[in-house]
C-alpha cells in the first residue's frame, strides 16, 4: 500500500511530475509566441508574451490552463507521429 505522504505513480500520464512552467517553456520553444498566440487565443500569449506574465495567468486561470496542457498533449503526440 502506497504511504499517504508520497505522490500518487502515475505512469501513463504524460503531465505527471511536469511543472506548468517546463510546459509553457516547451510550448513556446517549438511553436514560439506568434503561433502560441493562434492557437490558443489568450492575451498572455498574444501581447507582449513572456514565460512570467503566462504562469501568472494560467495559474489563476483553470480553463487556459486546461487548454495549455491540451496542446502540450497534441504537441507531444505529434512529435511522436513524426518521429521527433
Request: charged letters at 25%.
Amino acid at each position: 500500500m502506497p504511504d499517504s505522504t508520497s505522490p500518487a505513480i502515475q505512469p501513463k500520464n504524460p503531465l505527471h511530475g511536469l511543472t506548468l512552467e517546463q510546459i509553457v517553456t516547451a510550448l513556446a520553444d517549438h511553436y514560439g509566441w506568434d503561433e502560441l498566440g493562434q492557437r490558443i487565443e489568450i492575451r498572455c500569449f498574444t501581447h507582449d508574451p513572456s514565460i512570467k506574465s503566462s504562469l501568472k495567468f494560467l495559474r489563476r486561470t483553470p480553463w487556459a490552463r486546461e487548454k495549455v496542457e491540451s496542446l502540450y498533449l497534441f504537441m507531444l503526440r505529434d512529435k511522436a507521429r513524426k518521429g521527433v
